[in-house]
């Protein structure tokens, strides 16, 4: 009976432990997407999503809208499209942004590509090579994905670390949230 009681203490302490661990991350999270970057930034950084064929996918587009609005506002401003070419997608993530940015009317100037990337990390990593040194920066990605993105961010050394939070499509909202607790546990043991 010893072994069981113990066996179910245990169980009860590791749920509790994850309970919390959710919470705080839950916190990190919704915080990091409530955040407004200043007017002004010298980069958008859009991280790229899935592309089906050559059609964003709604992850995707709803990161570009809200990168969109920022570029309208902030005529000064660059974006660069972050993301490579992966299974499936007939074009990098990168030119399906190029195509919506410059289809609304964004100067071809103000559009800088990094199609190589296939990661948060490498996103981040690629694009700070193609800024210059100690601009100011504001990343754009789903609400769920700000708080990992901006530690990475950080933890490359960006000189200034905003975040932009499109929303996530609805439908993903269970999936994209759940997987993104793991995805902190990694980034803090791993990304470094």
Known sequence: MKIKKRVKFVGKMVAVALAIYVIIIHSLIYQTAKQEPPKGVDYLIVLGARVKGDMMTKALLFRV??????????PNTK??????????????EAEAMRRFFEAKGIEEERIILEDRSTTTFENLSFSKALMEDGASVAIVSNDFHMYRASVIGKRLGYAEVHTLAGKTPTIAIIKLWSREYFAVAKTWLVDK
């Open 65 to 74: 809208e809200a990168a969109l609005e920022y570029l309208e506002e902030n």
């Open 79 to 92: 974006v660069i499209a972050s993301g490579g070419q992966g299974p499936g997608e007939d074009i990098s």
